[in-house]
């Protein structure tokens, strides 16, 4: 179970002077219970390489193909890949439209046809996986919080129980506690309900502490693909394409240069305290 | 362009033919260009012939099949269709393509201006305008992207009948709407922040002028306008 993407190639506007290819001849697996993180700056193609997921972009006609779940994706085939994989994009709370945020959650299930204390059952599991109060399921979702509208938003996916869901920059714009709420809530989705997370993110020390697996994309090519440990001890190379590493690991790359025996395979918080402890016991540094 | 509409004659429709091709010639476009631009009116130049070949009424029948009755007018008519639907699209495209639209407000305002006599808001309406062709870019990815978010949690825009399709539009109007209203707040947040008050005493950064070309192109579109009302009270 995963989603396969073979020499996949997308360019837009082919033919014409605004033509730009945006994905070259991508190969990918994603495997069913990952977290994946997808990095790269501005414009490399991250974007367009999600949609490819759920089949809102095709590749180029006769380059490649994307299979979810061993099925190719197809006309026929794309109601069921858009329930598999669930899509969410960056700022979703401008996607909301109905009088109450119950009646948006519950959206994408009407053309399910449930009965109604099934689509009742759906809806509430939903906003409580992303922590939404059912006291507010009656209000207009205009008079939200810019977090909560999110939550309704996201919580809108997650009603079809998606196996596999993208969040393309989930936290951008919110504040510190929105934004641990966010990464907090796909890390819980990932472990108790199987769910593949795909991460978006710009914010490195997140991608550290979260994603098992880093996906660095640059000028529409995948250029790195491993642990969060093998991706980040790249920093040269992660440099040579403007990206950043996180500032712990950055840290303990300025400690090495004042002693060589510092242990820089630090990503994240929980690394360093190990660090530290290691070289407290080899009498590396004293504390 | 509004003058395509009232040539009524042969020799207008060569006037004018000779008149665009001869402007498209000499703004340097590329003519793949322009073809590109007349291709969505293929399928509207096709309707528009098909039906009027099959109800134009003249004395001349020419085919006659069950009862579809094609005349020789019904032909030239559609014939002259042809030519006015091209005419009028390159002109139109031969415009957008050699000016900005940030020239044709302006140039519209200082146009209008007498108009201001008679206490029309000139300068409020070509601000409007300018603002309204800014946005449309900006609205045409706004849609694509709210579209393909609600197809990505289910919804469908191409299945169904008629009322189905416009009903499962909703999804998509509401946010665009209220996006709409949400940037037009914004804009006049940031409008009134810059301390824009209107047209008055406002001086522009660029200064249109009136030069050579301009007079050029004045005399012969004077000329032209009056050929035109010539040929279609003469012949």
Known sequence: ?????????????????????????????????????????????????????????????????VIVDGVGIEKKTLVDVRKKVGLVFQYPEHQLFEQTVYKDIAFGLRKLKLSEEEEAKRVFEAADMVGLDRNLMDRSVYELSGGQKRRVAIAGVLVMKPSYLVLDEPAAGLDPEGKNDMLRFAKKLNREHGTTIVLISHCM?????????????????????????????????LKSIDLDIPEITKLFLELKKLNPDVDDNVFTVDDAVNAIESMRLKGVCRL | MVLILIVNNIWGYVLASVFVLGSLAVSKIPPKMIVKSLKPMVVFIIFTVFFNLLFFQGDELILKLGFVKIYLEGIIFSAKMIVRIILLVSSATLLTFTTTSVNITDGLESLMRPLEKIKVPVHDIAMMMSIALRFIPTFAEETDKIMKAQASRGADFETGNIFTRIKSYVPLLVPLVVGAFKRAEDMATAMESRCYRGGEGRTKFRVLTFGKSDLVILIGTVLFTAAIILLNVFL
């Not at chain 1, 098992?212 to 190379?237: A, C, N, P, W």
């Open chain 1, 1 to 65: 179970m995963s989603i396969q993407l073979n020499n996949v190639t997308h360019t837009y506007m082919p033919g014409t002077p605004f033509e730009k290819v945006a994905l070259e001849n991508i190969n990918l697996e994603i495997k069913e219970g990952e977290f994946v993180a997808v990095i790269g700056h501005t414009g490399c193609g991250k974007s367009t390489l999600v949609q490819h997921f759920n089949g809102l972009l095709k590749p180029d006609s006769g380059k490649g193909s």
């Open chain 1, 205 to 237: 020390e997140d991608v550290a502490d979260y994603a098992g697996r880093v996906i660095v994309m640059d000028d529409g090519k995948i250029i790195l693909d491993g642990t969060s440990q093998y991706v980040f001890s790249k920093h040269e190379l």
